[in-house]
C-alpha cells in the first residue's frame, strides 16, 4: 500500500537561457609530499637515485616509483653522471635554491550554461527530461524585468559565487577538472547569451495518509531547488480560490452519483486515503463496477485504463462499424487553472486523434470552456495551447456544472467523471476526484444531462456548444 497519492500534475514554465561564460582559471599541478621534496632536494643539487632513497628513508620499489613518476610528468632527467636533475620546465619553478615549488598557471577556458532568469539557478537540462521547448501546455512563471534586462550581468556574478560548485557537478569542460586540484576562479573574460528556452519543470502533487500536502520532491539537474519552491508556492498562493465544495456537492446530487460522495465529507474533503486504495483498484458497488480516480482524467494513472478500453471499442468499431453508427466521444474540460497545464494532456489527446482517423467508427470532440460563440481571444489561446491537436477543438459556453466537472464520455460505452475540487486552505492546487465506469445506467444518466447542456442555450443565439474552435477565430 503506498503512503502517497499523486492528486495533481503541472508542469511549470520559467524563463531560462544559455550562455557562453570565457574564464580564466589557476590550474594547479599538484604533487604529493615525497615527489614535492624530491624536486626541492634535487633543485639544491643533482643526485644519484640511491641518496634520494637514503635521505628519505625510502624502500627500492617507492623511490623507482616517485623518480619514475617525477620523468615521466617531465620534472626529472637522467645527467650523463648518473645523476637525477632538473629538466628546464621544472628549474622554472623554482626561483632560487631555497624557494618552494610553484606549481600553478593561469589557463583560460570556456563553457556553456543554461540558467533559469527568475531564480538564477543552473541547470543541465530540462530537470525532467522533456524535449518541450514551447510555452504550451504548462504554467508559466514570470521573471522579474531587471533579470531579463541584466541577464548577463547575474549570470556573471553567479558563476563567480558558485564556481567551485558548478566545477564539482561537472558543468565545466574536462580539461579544467581533470586535475586532481580543483581549479580557483581567477577572472569572468566575457558572458554571452545564446538561445533562449523555457525551462520545464514537471511537479507531482501529493498527499499523504492524513489526506495533507506531501512537500515537493527535489527537481535532478538543479542547483537550488529550494529557489525554485518558493517561486512555485509564491505563484500558488496568487492563484487561489474560494472552496468550491457546496458546488460541487450540489454537483453529484445532479448526476446522482452516491458513489464518489461517500469518499467525502461535507466540506470534500477526503475521509479516509486509505479508503481510496480499494477504489482506484477497482470494485463493485450496489451492482456496478466501478473504479475510482484520484487526479485529473489524462493523469497517467488514469489515462492507462481509459486508454485501454479506448482501444478495445475503437478495434472492434474498426471492424464491424458504418459510418452512420458511429460512436461520439465527448471530452469536457473544466474551468480549472490547473487543467491542461502539462504535456501529459497532449498524450491523451494523440490517443483519442487516433481512434477517431478515418473510419474507425468513433468521432471525438474536446471541449474547451469559453465565454461564448464570439470569443475569438479564447478560442485562439486554447488553439495555441493545443495546436497539433486543433482539430478535436470545441468550445463550449463556461459554466456547465459552474466549471468544476470534467467528463469523458462515449455514447453507449463509458464515462469518466472527475470533480476539481478547490481546498486552498489545506491544498495548493485543486485536487481531481471522481470515477470511472462502464455501466450503462450510468453512461445514459450522465450521457443525457451531457447532452442536454450542448445543446441548449443560454439566451437568443447563444448555445452552448459555440462550435469548432478554428471557425470562430475565422468567423
Known sequence: MSSQYKYQEIDFLIPAQEFIVNFSYVSGKGLSFIREYVLRLVNIAPMTKMQIAVYFGLSD???????????????????PDGRLGLTDSASKLFTDVASEISLTTIEESTTKIKFDLATFCYFKSNPNGSVLNNWTCGLKLNAPPEHLAYASEHVKSQFQDEFFQISESNYLPSAVTKEKHRPHLYMINSVTPTFNAPLRIKVDFKIDLAGDPVLLEKFDNLSNSDQIHSLIAEHL??????????EIIKTMEIFGDHYTAQFLDSQCRIKSVIDLQDGMI?????GVNYHLMLGP?????????????????????????????????????????????????????????????????????????????????????????FKPYANLLNGVREGFCDGNVEILHI??????????????????????????????STVNRIGKILNQYLTSYAAHDEPNDCGHLQKITQS
Request: net charge neutral.
Open 61 to 79: 620499489i617507492e623511490v623507482t616509483e616517485a623518480i619514475d613518476d617525477l620523468i615521466e610528468q617531465d620534472f626529472l632527467n637522467l645527467n
Open 237 to 246: 498562493s496568487q492563484m487561489k480560490r474560494s472552496n468550491n465544495a457546496k
Open 282 to 286: 477497482g470494485e463493485i458497488v450496489d
Open 297 to 385: 482524467i489524462y493523469q497517467e494513472e488514469n489515462w492507462k485504463i481509459l486508454e485501454n478500453e479506448i482501444n478495445v471499442i475503437s478495434k472492434r468499431l474498426n471492424v464491424s462499424n458504418e459510418h452512420n453508427k458511429a460512436l461520439k466521444m465527448t471530452w469536457v474540460a473544466p474551468s480549472d487553472l490547473f487543467w491542461g497545464k502539462t504535456s501529459k494532456v497532449g498524450m491523451a489527446f494523440e490517443s483519442v486523434q487516433e481512434a477517431s482517423k478515418g473510419k474507425k467508427g468513433m468521432i471525438a470532440k474536446v471541449f474547451v470552456p469559453i465565454r461564448n460563440r464570439y470569443d475569438k481571444y479564447g478560442a485562439k489561446s486554447w488553439l495555441n495551447t
Open 411 to 440: 455514447e453507449n460505452e463509458l464515462v469518466a467523471i472527475s470533480y476539481h475540487m478547490t481546498q486552498s486552505e489545506r491544498l495548493p492546487v485543486t485536487m481531481p476526484l471522481g470515477f470511472f465506469t462502464k455501466d450503462k
